[in-house]
């Protein structure tokens, strides 16, 4: 099985802050890479797929970029709206999720 | 707008089967892939496996053995079954549609669309 591991776990930043999420496939997954945003209670939604394109209707302060094991995740300066919950999920071998990166304001 | 909406009931027993559904409206099942994901209370998600529409299916190794997933086209239904339950498998279970697109010649996999999730308890 292909293990996904994000850092960091969770993180604090203020609105306006430029933050960036690695995740980290045990091997490589080519760009089988998709970005979800989860708030509390909700459903995630997908941001990012193919490891660096913007789903319709994500503002593009959102983007991600990587390939082979190494990924990010970068916003731009943060919204209030942006305070969530941050998943890497391949799709090279079956589908495995990375346990996830809470992102707090500061 | 496509919808999601998973159903079923919410309390099952250890060593039972649970069985959920989801509906599909405003879109057609065809072309798609059809998936669950679940959530136990404070922790990540787990793919649990999907249907293709033309039934065709592909399930997490871990939970291989215990999953079904089944899709009815002609009522824009697919269904899950997980057997043997226990407490590790209480969760919210969403409901999921994926999709393949093609970029340079390779076909890239995500999930665009989620039911609002249901949860599952497991307990006697």
């Known amino acids: 099985d292909i293990q996904m591991t994000q850092s960091p776990s969770s993180l604090s930043a203020s609105v306006g802050d430029r933050v960036t999420i690695t995740c980290r496939a045990s091997q490589s997954i080519s760009s089988y890479l998709n970005w979800y945003q989860q708030k509390p209670g909700k459903a995630p939604k997908l941001l990012i797929y193919a490891a660096s394109s913007l789903q319709s209707g994500v503002p593009s302060r959102f983007s991600g970029s990587g390939s082979g094991t190494d990924f990010t995740l970068t916003i731009n300066s943060l919204q209030p709206e942006d305070f969530a919950t941050y998943y890497c999920?391949?799709?090279?071998?079956?589908?495995?999720f990375g346990q996830g990166t809470r992102l707090e304001i500061k | 707008q496509v919808q999601l909406q998973e159903s079923g009931p919410g309390l099952v027993k250890p060593s039972e089967t649970l069985s959920l559904t989801c509906t599909v409206s405003g879109a057609s099942v065809s072309g798609y892939y059809w998936s669950w994901i679940r959530q136990p209370p404070g922790k990540g998600l787990e793919w649990i496996g999907y249907i293709y529409y033309t039934g065709s299916t592909n399930y997490n190794p871990s939970l291989k053995s215990r999953v079904t997933i089944s899709v009815d086209t002609s009522r824009s239904q697919f269904s899950l079954k997980l057997s043997s339950v226990t407490a590790a498998d209480t969760a919210v279970y969403y409901c999921?549609?994926?999709?393949?697109?093609?970029?340079?010649?390779?076909?890239?996999?995500?999930?665009?669309?989620w039911g609002k999730g249901t949860t599952v308890t497991v307990s006697s």
């Open positions: 999921a549609r994926g999709l393949t697109t093609e970029m340079n010649g390779s076909y890239y996999y995500y999930i665009d669309v």
């Open positions: 999920q391949q799709s090279y071998s079956t589908f495995t």
